[in-house]
């Protein structure tokens, strides 16, 4: 059995520099791909949030050398083991049929990089034959040689998974696995966007309306990001990312945990030793994913 952390030894958690630099380059192809200029302004909306993880996978086809990509959300494992779950973007129809895969076996890498919140990293899932017996086989005939899912969180707050996959055996390189979560990070604050639109998750797995998802300008959210930015001691950004976070694990309307920011009823305690607190980090322990 291949050891699939073997090649991202010493890798790294995406950078800001890193995502500043993908973020630039996924604005360029999402106004290519909209047939507008650079500095044109952006698609807003529902649509427009959608548009762009489709762009999330595009990119990352590109850029990290893989097949395919795809962005998949779930609110829980058990949801998304009872079908409760939805992939929102996908490049190419393996990416669509490895995910119907995972959802009729109910297990594969999608399932384990949610549950365990860190990288599930296959660089040949022929020579993992006795990890995924219902999933495994089906994908290398399928034509998946390789898979590498990304768990999207934002904490402890899991929203799905950003997962890749490649018709060639091999392992992702520390530079290609550095841009991968980096775009996972993308995917992940795009994710949190489309929630405040869309509205948080109802309990049966599907979406309701939302009353009170306001948008970013609110005073209070401003307010309640620089108090979270220093209980965390993260920038502001990563403190809203937080705060968005909360609200789409609680179902809270944001402006309602932005309130219970301010009046101290909520507090975020200080991030742990693997990072700032959001995105998932790249596999540490010698034999676990």
């Known amino acids: 059995m291949s050891n699939e952390n073997d090649a991202f030894e010493g890798a790294a958690p995406a950078d800001e520099a890193r995502r ?43 850029v990290v050398g893989v097949d395919g990509a795809g962005v998949t959300v779930m609110g829980s494992v058990e949801a998304g083991l009872d079908g409760h779950r939805d992939q929102l973007a996908a490049t190419g129809g393996l990416a669509r049929r490895l995910e119907d895969l995972q959802l009729t076996a109910g297990e594969g890498p999608c399932l384990d990089a949610f549950r365990e919140g860190r990288p599930v990293l296959i660089p040949d899932l022929a020579g993992e034959s006795g990890r995924w017996l219902g999933f495994g086989p089906e994908a290398v005939g399928a034509g998946a040689a390789a898979v590498f899912s990304l768990p999207l969180q934002v904490g402890a707050i899991r929203l799905g998974t950003f997962d890749l996959h490649r018709r060639t055996a091999g392992p992702l390189t520390d530079e290609q696995l550095a841009d991968a979560l980096a775009m996972a990070t993308l995917a992940t604050e795009a994710l949190l966007e489309l929630a405040e639109q869309d509205g ?60 219970r920011i301010i009046d101290r009823d909520l507090t975020f305690p200080l991030p742990d030793d693997n990072g700032p607190g959001h995105g998932p980090t ?3 322990e010698e034999g676990e994913p």
């Open 20 to 62: 500043r630099r993908l973020a630039a380059r996924l604005d360029d192809q999402t106004a290519r791909a909209n047939g507008r200029g650079r500095r044109s302004r952006p698609t807003r909306g529902t649509t427009g949030v959608r548009e762009r993880l489709q762009q999330v996978c595009v990119v990352t086809v590109h």
């Open 200 to 259: 948080p998750p109802d309990p049966g797995g599907g979406r309701e309306v939302a009353a009170g998802w306001l948008p970013d300008v609110h005073a209070d959210v401003h307010a309640a990001s620089g108090m979270v930015s220093a209980q965390t001691g993260s920038d502001v950004r990563s403190a809203l990312l937080h705060i968005r976070a909360h609200a789409f694990g609680s179902g809270e309307p944001i402006h309602e945990v932005a309130r």
């Open 282 to 284: 790249a596999p540490d």
